[in-house]
């Protein structure tokens, strides 16, 4: 998506060979209105599978499931939430997320009625590296017998392995934008 | 405003004397078509404010924080991030901030970076009950030289003193819904 790309190379800051900083305008100061464009961008690429709900997790997807959801006419987003949380119940899914960026494992949890048995779910994050995040909702969503219809992510790290083994194990990913490599600070985006 | 007035009343729980569980359509499930209107109204209640950003703290802010924005024509929107990020670096504004629901003390913070001086900036959050968010978000605020406009929430809970005390500070608070009491699991609305 060309004005995702246009500013993480305006905007975006490689740290070694690993971090991609974009807090500028994704996960912690937030673009609207680009926010608001990847939203539609998501509903274009998934426009023809029957998307029934969003499901991401807590707290950089909310943003971007939020615009997609608007972009599919209001269909409702569902956010997983991470560690013990008084006010969810019991009565919850739950999945163990490795989370490298904080170097430490979290449980993530749906309440169970919020995700019913032959739901079509498109599930919507902010980044995708080694996959974490969305085999945890992944394996939440198969806990509940919903259908997985794809992966949209905003920023996918080409260089890790959570994008290419989701592929080969079947699942539709949408990534608006590929970053290959960092090199000497300079964030090196996929072509196309 | 009377569409989540009416959500609350048809779907919230009141448990207790004291929480109002709406995770069905505002902070774990998210009715898109509502938070949207809800920006619409909190855009409407500050619209004369000349706000240039929005700042809230994640999660469950998000959701609000971002169709505000979009009402406002796509001002920036800034969510404090709760405990220690790594990728957030050193330079932030720091506050301390006592979640009554989680019962544990969180550090919020701001990347310095994001908060300009003389910056005029609405507060937006899901709950408004002792106050404790709005304070810590203040504090960064304050911190950063930057002009609060006030502060936006979706849901107030009357019968606990946070919304009291920021309006008896001389600070703007304008709540979409007012809870006044829990009386055997019905919630009690505030008229007007």
Known sequence: MKALKEAIEKYGVGIGTEVVKVDSFLNHRIDVALSTEMGKAFYEAFK??????????????????????????????????????????????????????HQKLNVIRVSRKYLEKGMRVLIIDDFLANGEAIHGLMDILNQAGCVLVGAGVCVEKGFQ??????????????????VDAIEDGKIILREG
Do not use: W
């Not at 392995?161 to 194990?169: A, I, K, M, Q, V």
């Open 48 to 101: 023809d599978d029957r998307v029934d709900c969003i499901l991401t997790v807590e707290a950089s997807g909310i943003a971007a499931a939020m615009t997609a959801a608007q972009a599919f006419g209001n269909i409702p987003v569902v956010f997983a939430k991470k560690g013990d949380h008084r006010n969810v119940g019991n009565d919850v899914y739950t999945a163990e997320v490795y989370s490298f960026t």
């Open 161 to 178: 392995p959570g994008g290419r083994n989701l592929r080969e194990s079947g699942v539709k990913v949408v990534s608006l934008a590929i």
